[in-house]
């Protein structure tokens, strides 16, 4: 299964940008997450997914982020809202534990 990030972008502080990750084969069976990887760091969870009744986020999006999944499309997608500058990074998705091979991600640049 190859993993293909898009949609993300430059965008100010306090706005909103939605992630899409299209699968070439089905991950029906895996929780899926969006990794993160800013600038210096160290790849992070940010969100993860089993189903729409599973899910978990870390502190600093919760509230402000939403992972979703559609198992028909092969597709998982991330809606990130009151964006901050420290959100800035490369947008990774993958399965967890993350063992698929790693696609190009997309870059999320959020200005002050």
């Known amino acids: 299964v190859q993993l293909q990030a898009s949609g993300g972008g430059l965008v100010r502080a306090g706005g909103s940008r939605r992630l899409s990750c299209a699968a070439s084969?089905?991950?029906?069976?895996?929780?899926m997450a969006w990794y993160r990887q800013g600038p210096g760091n160290q790849r992070e969870v940010v969100a993860r997914?089993?189903?729409?009744?599973?899910?978990y986020y870390i502190k600093s999006v919760e509230g402000r982020f939403t992972i979703s999944r559609d198992d028909a499309k092969n597709s998982v997608y991330l809606q990130m809202n009151s964006l901050k500058p420290e959100d800035t990074g490369t947008y990774y998705c993958?399965?967890?534990?993350?063992?698929?091979?790693w696609g190009e991600g997309t870059l999320v640049t959020v200005s002050s």
């Open positions: 993958n399965k967890v534990p993350p063992t698929l091979p």
């Open positions: 997914i089993r189903s729409s009744a599973n899910r």
């Open positions: 084969g089905s991950v029906y069976s895996y929780e």
